[in-house]
Structures are given as C-alpha cells and as structure tokens.
C-alpha cells in the first residue's frame, strides 16, 4: 500500500510537471510570435519611410532652379536626401543582420531549455524506476528468506521455486545495474548542458560588457568588489583636502585584505535547510573596522564578503557575474536576451 501510494504521487507531479512544461513552451511560443510581429511592424515602418523619401527625392527632382542661388539650393537638398537615403539603407542592412542574430539566439536558448526540461523528466523517470526496481529485489530477498525456511531441502517444488526466485532476483540485479549505468550517463549529459549554458554566460558578459553596465535595469555586477562610496564618504570627514586619494588606499587594502586565504571572517549555523555560512560577527579585524570606520563600510566589506563566499569561495577574487540590479539578485539568461532585445527595438527608434 505504500508503494502504490508513492507511485501514485509520483503520477501526479509527473502529470503537474507535463502541464507545467505545456504552459513554459505556450508562453516561449507567444514571446516568439510577439517578437515576429513587432520585427515585422518596424520593417513595415522603415519601408514606408524609405518610400516617402524616394517620393521626396523625386519632387526635387521635377524642381525648376530659376536662379542660381535656388539652384544651389536644391542641389544641397539633393545631396543631404541622398546622404540620409544610404545612411538609412545600411541602418536597414544592419537591423536585418542584428533581428537574424537575435531570432538565432532565441531559437538556441528554446532549444536548450527543451533539452534540459526533457533531461529533468529522464533523470526523474529513471530514479522511480530504480526505487521500484530496490524495492522488488528486496521483496524477493525476503520472499526467498521466508521459502529456505518453510521449505524442506528433498521438496522439489520448493527447490524449484527457489531456484526461479534466485534467477528472478539476478535479473533484477542487472537491471539495477544498467539503470545505474544510464544514470550516471544522463548525470554526465547533464553537467555537460549546465557547462554550456554557463559558457554561454561567460560570453555574454565579455561580449556585452558595454551594453549590459551598471546604469541599466540588468547588467554585469563584479561579484565581492567593494563600493567605493561608502570609503569616500568617510574619508570627506576625516580628510576633507585629501579625501579621494584616502578612500582609495583604504578600499584597495580591504580589497586586498579579502584576498587572504588565511582570513576567514565566517561561522557555520544551524536552519531550515541544514546548515548555512553567514558572516562573523565577532571576528576581530570586522569589530575593528566597525569602530574605527562605521557601520557603513563595515557594511560594504561585509556584503563583499557574502558575495566572493557565495560565488567565488576557493579562488576569494572578484568575478563578473549577469545581474539584475532592479531585484538585486543574479539575472537569467532569458531576462538578459529580453534586455538586449529591448535595446535593438529602442536602437531602430533611434535610426
């Protein structure tokens, strides 16, 4: 009764993950079509202008030049019309090129989230189906246990039916062990996708360093660097002639103090979840920094430290990390190809 009832709920959140899944491709669907649309709207636009300019530049053209100023005159319209008419084909050739890699983009990243979701669903499939497969080799280790003793070893029956429950028993054992193989196999394929995806990561923020800064909704945030702010604001009390200079040579030696592998300014604490690593508190060199500088740098270090603990523990130097600074935590890889096409629709306004 209690493995048909966990089968039964193991039925159920395979039926809620399919439906779950559904829905992501319907919205992924619908995001795709807007986009198409919205492409197709703006080539509408720029086809239009481009038309009203061939139309203007044919009425230049009927013009009588009477005189010689007004023919001046329309030969210097004539020209500036010509210059906006190429600058605005190229823009054409260049948003055709940026909506054909954006569209790839897209498709690739559909793509590997569908190859990702179907690999969740294998993995889960075939960890059911080894728990299934433990508890029947279980079963038939007891079934066998209870027919050695109630069975005499003259009855042929019993020796036979031990003999089909041991051949029974050594197949599900090798069933076990392909299951394992195949796991272990879709484990590896797994760690191969997720090193993809954060290879794709790494290009984006040395491709996009420009685009995604630290003035936009999502861009790229160095991960335990120290904000030079709050040492500056210090520094303008105590030095207030030479207070730049001051608040560099403090930032950069706790930057450099961070770096220190033999510091370890952390304490481990129970929760909800096991175990956590949170800051220290007690540690010596924060108390002094909190008394001798305040609580607003003591602050900057200390966020510093939970960011190169959290992403960067063994290596303690700052990286680069795709961030969404409206919500204050790391940005996914669909926020930031939503950024970029934002942008390529806000740069063909512009054109």
Known sequence: MSLSRMLEEKDMLHHAFYEETRKMQRLAREHIRRILDEQETLNYELEAKRKEL??????????????????????????KNTTRNNSLQMASIEQRKADENVLRLVEEQKKEKQEALHKILQLERKLDAKQKLEMEIEELKGKLQVMKHLGDEDDAAVQKKIKEMNEELEQKVEEMGSLEDLNQTLIVKERQSNDELQEARKELIMGLSEMLSGRTLIG????????????????????????????????????????????????????????????????????NLKDEWGVEIYEAVTTALKEMNEYNPSGRYVISELWNFKEKRKATLKEVIAYILKNLKTLKRKR
Not at 65 to 70: H, K, P
Not at 255 to 263: A, I, T, V
Request: proline content about 4%; hydrophobic content about 30%; glycine content about 2%.
């Open 54 to 79: 061939d139309s203007w530049s044919k009425q230049l053209n009927k013009r009588e030049a009477l005189t010689e100023r007004e023919r001046q005159k329309l030969d210097e319209e004539k020209e």
């Open 220 to 287: 790229i945030k160095r991960m335990g660097e120290l904000d030079m702010k709050p040492f500056q604001n210090a520094c303008k009390e105590r030095f207030p002639s030479d207070a730049d200079v001051k608040a560099l040579e403090l930032c950069s030696l706790w930057q450099e103090k961070m770096k220190n592998p033999d510091w370890h300014p952390y304490k481990i604490v129970a929760c909800e979840e096991g175990h956590q690593e949170i800051i220290n508190e007690d540690d010596e060199l924060l108390k």
